[in-house]
């Protein structure tokens, strides 16, 4: 079955680690997005990836990293710098569309959420 | 950028009718919709891409309209199921980078009761 995996499920964190969220897509999406969601809240974009080797800063991408270094893969790094990194982490994946953006509907994983302890 | 999304909330009982409204200061190049149960991953909906269109399936269909600032979300005869968070994706450009991106607006929490 196509689809795409996030792990863990559940991640905690203890103050001033990093740590590596996976994300994996076996659709053959060209690109790739992590997006935070705190409660309530809508989705805000961290980071995407159109291309392997290339990735765009989205909207609050201070604190974490990321790489593409294979078309399937995305992990995000959730680094000591974010100040406030307890959230909902979902990844996405789409085809792009004409125009070379999202025209396509997302494909989102299950989610990671993590907590700092 | 972000969308601006109404009602932020809406409670209706089973079979009653709502419309939750998605609107952007400039034009779009499409917008998505999709809804979210609690603690679950956005399952999509529908995208539009045309002024003008109107498309959906059975009880649930959307609206773009002709200047593609405004979509509208319909859901009719509402069933149980249906309660969640409903969120618009707006495909903006990105000026940083060039590239289209999807912004995401606040979402609208649906309850469903019997």
């Known amino acids: 079955d196509g689809g795409i995996t996030q792990s863990p499920k559940y991640l905690f964190r203890k103050e001033g680690q990093n740590v590596t969220l996976s994300c994996e897509q076996n659709l053959n999406h060209d690109a790739m997005y992590w997006y935070r969601q705190d409660p309530g809240q809508g989705l805000r974009l961290i980071y995407y990836?159109?291309?392997?080797?290339?990735?765009q800063k989205g909207d609050i991408a201070e604190g974490y990293s990321v790489s593409r270094e294979k078309k399937e893969s995305f992990p995000l790094t959730v680094t000591s710098a974010q100040k406030n990194p307890t959230a909902f982490y979902l990844c996405?994946?789409?085809?792009?569309?004409?125009?070379?953006?999202?025209?396509?509907?997302?494909?989102f994983g299950p989610g990671t959420r993590l907590t700092v302890l | 950028q972000q969308p601006v999304q109404s009602p932020q909330a809406v409670i209706l009982r089973e079979g009653e009718d709502a419309v939750i409204n998605c609107s952007s200061s400039k034009a779009l190049y499409s917008v998505h919709w999709y809804r979210q149960k609690h603690g679950e991953a956005p399952v999509f909906l529908m995208i539009l891409l045309k002024g003008g269109e109107q498309k959906g399936h059975e009880k649930i269909s959307a609206s773009f309209n002709e200047k593609k600032q405004q979509s509208s979300l319909y859901l009719t005869a509402s069933q149980l199921s249906y309660s969640g968070t409903y969120f618009c994706?707006?495909?903006?450009?990105?000026?940083?980078?060039?590239?289209?991106?999807?912004?995401f607006g606040t979402g609208t929490r649906l309850l469903v009761s019997p």
């Open positions: 996405a994946s789409t085809l792009l569309g004409l125009a070379g953006g999202p025209g396509n509907e997302q494909f």
């Open positions: 990836s159109q291309i392997v080797n290339d990735f």
């Open positions: 994706g707006t495909e903006t450009l990105d000026m940083n980078t060039g590239f289209q991106k999807l912004v």
